[in-house]
């Protein structure tokens, strides 16, 4: 009769640990795919705030190069008015 509780207990207790395998395997995974969902909008995020980077340096370039051809039709006006000044004083 011991025998039999023995068994029904060990059956009972292999039972458990099979479900409780079973459940923590799930929620591995489930825990698993959230991760590599996070990750993979981390990594979009940093490639939209790369291409937000390259965007504002290439206008902040195409200023500057504006801002250096004005100044530098400023300094050839300038020199003409110059010359025309010399010109005159002499």
Do not use: C, P, W
């Amino acid at each position: 009769m011991s025998e039999e509780i023995i068994l029904a207990v060990l059956g009972i207790v292999g039972g458990l640990i099979t479900f409780l395998q079973k459940v923590l395997y799930n929620q591995g995974k489930t825990l698993y795919d959230i991760v590599v969902k996070l990750i993979d909008r981390h990594n979009k995020s940093d490639t939209r705030l790369e291409a937000l980077s390259d965007q504002l340096s290439n206008a902040a370039d195409r200023r500057h190069e504006k801002l250096v051809d004005e100044m530098n039709d400023m300094t050839d006006t300038l020199n003409y008015i110059k010359g025309r000044l010399n010109s005159k004083s002499d």
